[in-house]
C-alpha cells in the first residue's frame, strides 16, 4: 500500500493528499460510483441482484453520478454545522486532485463504502497476558484494494492518527491515533431503513479520533452523534484498559463496554437494539459473505484461544 503522510490545516492536508493521490482518487471515485450505482438497483436492496440490472451498470454508472452527488449533499449541511473544517479538508482533496468537491463529498458520505468481512477485540482477564487486543481481517477484491492506502495525518490541532483506508476518505477505516486509541469499522448487513437526519460515518470517525484520548472518550464522543449515522456500521474502540462496541443504523445505536471479554464482529449485530434489523440471512452469498457462518466459529475461536 501506498503511505500517504500530509500535515497542517484542513485546507493544507487536503491539497497534499489530493496532490499525492490523484490516480489513486480517481479509482476510487471509478470503483464506488460503479457499486453505488449497482447497489441503488431494487435487486441489489432486496440481496439478490441480477445480471440485467447489474450487467449494463458496468459501463454506464456515469449516468448516475449526478443522483448519487445530490444523495451526498443531504450530509453537507451536518457536517458544516459541526465540523466545518471537514469541508475545508475535503475541498483541499478535491483541488489537489483536479476533481470536484462534490466527488469527494460523495467518498466519504456515502453508506456502503466500509470494510466487510471481520474485527474482533479482547480485554483484561480474557487474555493470557490480561492485555487489550484489537484486530481485523479483510478480503477484498482487485478493485477495491487497488485503491487502499495507509493515512497518516498530522493535523495542526489534535491527535495524530494514522490507518489504512481508500484513496479520498479523510479517515481511516481502522487504525490509532498518538493518544493510543485503537479503532476499526465493520459493514453491517441489515435491512435498509432511512432516517430524517443524515449524519455521515466517516466525518464522524474523523471528529472522534482527532479529539479523544481515550477509548471511553471516543466511545462518547461518537455516541452523541447517534441515531442518524447513515452506514450500517459496528465500530471497536480500544485502549490499554477498556474496549467499546458501538453498533448502529440510521435510526437506532447501541454502546457496549467490553471488560474482561472477547467480542467479534461478522457483519452480524449482536446488540438487542439492532439485532432486530439483521439482514444477513435474507440475502445472497454475495453480499452475505459467510458472516452467518463466521458469526459461530469466530467467538469459539478466540474463547479457545
Same mark, same amino acid.
Given at each position: 500500500?501506498?503511505?500517504?503522510? *500530509?500535515?497542517?490545516?484542513?485546507?493544507?492536508?487536503?491539497?497534499?493528499?489530493?496532490?499525492?493521490?490523484?490516480?489513486?482518487?480517481?479509482?476510487?471515485? #471509478?470503483?464506488?460510483? %460503479?457499486?453505488?450505482?449497482?447497489?441503488?438497483?431494487?435487486?441489489?436492496?432486496?440481496?439478490?441482484?441480477?445480471?440485467?440490472?447489474?450487467?449494463?451498470?458496468?459501463?454506464?454508472?456515469? @449516468?448516475? *453520478?449526478?443522483?448519487? $452527488?445530490?444523495?451526498?449533499?443531504?450530509?453537507?449541511?451536518?457536517?458544516?454545522?459541526?465540523?466545518?473544517?471537514?469541508?475545508?479538508?475535503?475541498?483541499? *482533496?478535491?483541488?489537489?486532485?483536479?476533481?470536484?468537491? %462534490?466527488?469527494? !463529498?460523495? !467518498?466519504?458520505?456515502?453508506?456502503?463504502?466500509?470494510?466487510?468481512?471481520?474485527?474482533?477485540?479482547?480485554?483484561? $482477564?480474557?487474555?493470557?497476558?490480561?492485555?487489550?487486543?484489537?484486530?481485523?481481517?479483510?478480503?477484498?477484491?482487485?478493485?477495491?484494494?487497488?485503491?487502499?492506502? *495507509? +493515512?497518516?495525518?498530522?493535523?495542526?490541532?489534535?491527535?495524530?492518527?494514522?490507518?489504512?483506508?481508500?484513496?479520498?476518505?479523510?479517515?481511516?477505516?481502522?487504525?490509532? #491515533?498518538? &493518544?493510543?486509541?485503537?479503532?476499526?469499522?465493520? !459493514?453491517?448487513?441489515?435491512?435498509?431503513?432511512?432516517?430524517?437526519?443524515?449524519?455521515?460515518?466517516?466525518?464522524?470517525?474523523?471528529?472522534?479520533?482527532?479529539? &479523544?484520548?481515550?477509548?471511553?472518550?471516543?466511545?462518547?464522543?461518537?455516541?452523541?452523534?447517534?441515531?442518524?449515522?447513515?452506514?450500517?456500521?459496528?465500530?471497536?474502540?480500544?485502549?490499554? $484498559?477498556?474496549?467499546?462496541?458501538?453498533?448502529?443504523?440510521?435510526? &437506532?445505536?447501541?454502546?457496549?463496554?467490553?471488560?474482561?471479554?472477547?467480542?467479534?464482529?461478522?457483519?452480524?449485530? +449482536?446488540?438487542?437494539?439492532?439485532?432486530?434489523? @439483521?439482514?444477513?440471512?435474507?440475502?445472497?452469498?454475495?453480499?452475505?459473505?459467510? &458472516?452467518?457462518?463466521?458469526?459461530? %466459529? !469466530?467467538?469459539?475461536?478466540?474463547?479457545?484461544?
Amino acid at each position: 500500500m501506498k503511505l500517504v503522510k *500530509i500535515k497542517g490545516s484542513p485546507a493544507e492536508m487536503g491539497l497534499q493528499y489530493g496532490r499525492e493521490c490523484k490516480k489513486l482518487i480517481e479509482k476510487s471515485l #471509478n470503483t464506488w460510483y %460503479r457499486f453505488a450505482a449497482i447497489s441503488q438497483t431494487s435487486g441489489f436492496q432486496s440481496g439478490y441482484p441480477t445480471l440485467r440490472e447489474v450487467f449494463p451498470l458496468l459501463f454506464r454508472f456515469r @449516468d448516475k *453520478i449526478p443522483d448519487l $452527488q445530490k444523495r451526498a449533499l443531504k450530509y453537507e449541511p451536518y457536517i458544516k454545522k459541526n465540523w466545518p473544517e471537514v469541508v475545508d479538508f475535503m475541498r483541499g *482533496i478535491a483541488d489537489g486532485a483536479g476533481k470536484e468537491y %462534490r466527488d469527494i !463529498l460523495f !467518498l466519504n458520505t456515502f453508506s456502503e463504502v466500509c470494510e466487510g468481512c471481520t474485527s474482533w477485540v479482547s480485554t483484561g $482477564q480474557a487474555s493470557k497476558e490480561a492485555m487489550t487486543y484489537i484486530g481485523m481481517d479483510v478480503d477484498e477484491d482487485r478493485q477495491v484494494k487497488n485503491t487502499q492506502i *495507509i +493515512l497518516d495525518v498530522n493535523p495542526e490541532k489534535g491527535n495524530r492518527y494514522m490507518g489504512t483506508t481508500y484513496a479520498g476518505l479523510i479517515a481511516p477505516i481502522n487504525g490509532m #491515533n498518538e &493518544a493510543g486509541v485503537a479503532f476499526t469499522t465493520m !459493514l453491517l448487513i441489515t435491512k435498509r431503513v432511512d432516517s430524517k437526519i443524515h449524519i455521515p460515518l466517516y466525518p464522524t470517525l474523523y471528529s472522534v479520533i482527532k479529539s &479523544a484520548d481515550s477509548a471511553e472518550e471516543a466511545a462518547t464522543h461518537f455516541e452523541k452523534h447517534t441515531p442518524g449515522i447513515g452506514t450500517a456500521s459496528c465500530l471497536f474502540f480500544a485502549d490499554s $484498559q477498556k474496549a467499546y462496541r458501538l453498533e448502529n443504523v440510521p435510526v &437506532a445505536t447501541n454502546k457496549t463496554l467490553i471488560e474482561d471479554d472477547v467480542c467479534a464482529c461478522t457483519m452480524r449485530p +449482536l446488540s438487542k437494539e439492532i439485532k432486530p434489523y @439483521d439482514n444477513a440471512e435474507n440475502v445472497a452469498p454475495i453480499i452475505e459473505m459467510n &458472516a452467518v457462518e463466521r458469526s459461530k %466459529r !469466530l467467538p469459539e475461536l478466540l474463547i479457545e484461544q
